[in-house]
T-cell receptor, first 109, second 113 residues
Framework: RKEVEQDPGPFNVPEGATVAFNCTYS??????FFWYRQDCRKEPKLLMS???SGNEDGRFTAQLNRASQYISLLIRDSKLSDSATYLC??????????FGSGTRLSIRP | DGGITQSPKYLFRKEGQNVTLSCEQN?????MYWYRQDPGQGLRLIYY???????QKGDIAEGYSVSREKKESFPLTVTSAQKNPTAFYLC????????????FGEGSRLTVL
């Protein structure tokens, strides 16, 4: 079983749609959780950290369910510029950081 | 400006040759990481280092070696034992005292002919 699993997609949705990505992790002792965004042939960049209480940053909402070992990302009112690959990232103790295989999102006009 | 510098950006090598990828950071971060990315896939952890003179194997360490003699530097050697070395290699650093965000270099694309 992979340490961090994501639906690879691709997700192809119209502009303005709401889209949700899911991610599961296998190590129950994992400490920190993140969503990164990666554009084609570029390095990943942090989109947002994920907290147990859930957190929101503009159109983006992240949720963590420690009991189910599940992380989600919701993008509302999607824009063309949201087209990218979204990577679920988990930090295990003490410093091992594992990436999911990524979910590709394509927004069409 | 603070950041991570990887070099070279593009590298071509013949099969059977060792190659060393450079990674330098001036962010004063203790932790550094090497990842490999193949087309259409996520990042896989090769090696990581939490502090100078210490490093741990990641999930795909076979055929690779690293050193961490200085805080700023974490070079990766791709040896001839690595069966499929052609890939995009990404170096990152992290300040463990903060949120844990990884800061990445721009990557090195290695092609073995």
């Amino acid at each position: 079983r992979k340490e961090v699993e994501q639906d690879p997609g691709p997700f192809n949705v119209p502009e303005g749609a709401t889209v949700a990505f899911n991610c599961t992790y296998s190590n129950s002792a994992s400490q920190s959780f993140f969503w990164y965004r990666q554009d084609c042939r570029k390095e990943p960049k942090l989109l947002m950290s994920v907290y147990s209480s859930g957190n929101e940053d503009g159109r983006f909402t992240a949720q963590l369910n420690r009991a189910s070992q599940y992380i989600s990302l919701l993008i509302r009112d999607s824009k063309l510029s949201d087209s990218a690959t979204y990577l679920c990232v988990v930090r295990e103790v003490p410093s091992k950081i594992i990436f999911g295989s990524g979910t590709r999102l394509s927004i069409r006009p | 400006d603070g950041g991570i510098t990887q070099s070279p950006k593009y590298l071509f090598r013949k099969e059977g040759q060792n190659v060393t990828l450079s990674c330098e950071q001036n962010l004063n971060h203790d932790a550094m990481y090497w990842y490999r990315q193949d087309p259409g896939q996520g990042l896989r952890l090769i090696y990581y280092s939490q502090i100078v003179n210490d490093f741990q194997k990641g999930d795909i360490a076979e055929g690779y070696s690293v050193s961490r003699e200085k805080k700023e530097s974490f070079p990766l050697t791709v040896t001839s034992a690595q069966k499929n070395p052609t890939a995009f290699y990404l170096c990152a650093s992290r300040d463990p005292s903060t949120t844990g965000e990884l800061f990445f270099g721009e990557g090195s694309r290695l092609t073995v002919l």
